[in-house]
């Protein structure tokens, strides 16, 4: 986990990760939501639909995000204050995602980092765009 405090961090500066989207993963966030839309839990309705199987939800995609900030940028001292996303292609069982932030902005008054978000799969198509901003706390809040 990393622990950036807001002097270290950098306009331009990346962090990024990869994920695989496992049928468990999609399993356990239905539990949590208690969604049952068949496109995220019946493969033969998915394909019906004309998906390759079945689709993660789209806040599971969105939900590594949260990761982002709170492990990689800037790690322990976040505080996700908002998140602007748009979903630009389905994921499905056993996509890989590479889940990145860019620091595009910085406020100095209020300790805030704005990143750009991409989430893309192993093909290299994205899957999801936006913008996060988040506070990054002091040495005595983390």
Partial sequence: MNLY??????IGQKE?????????????????????NPL??????????GHKGRVAYGMLTASFLSTLAG???PGERSLIQSVEIKF????????????????TEKNDTYQLIFLKVTIRNQNGEKVLRGKMQIQ???????
């Fill in 136 to 142: 990054v706390l002091g040495e005595e809040a983390a």
């Fill in 5 to 10: 405090s807001y002097e270290e961090i950098e």
């Fill in 88 to 103: 630009a292609k389905p994921v499905y069982i056993g996509d890989i995602l590479t889940v990145t932030g860019e620091v």
């Fill in 40 to 49: 995220h839990r019946d493969e033969i309705y998915a394909r019906q639909q």
């Fill in 16 to 36: 990024e990760f990869r994920v695989e989207i496992k049928e468990a993963l999609l399993d356990r966030f239905r539990e949590i939501t208690g969604d049952e």
């Fill in 71 to 73: 492990v990689y940028l």
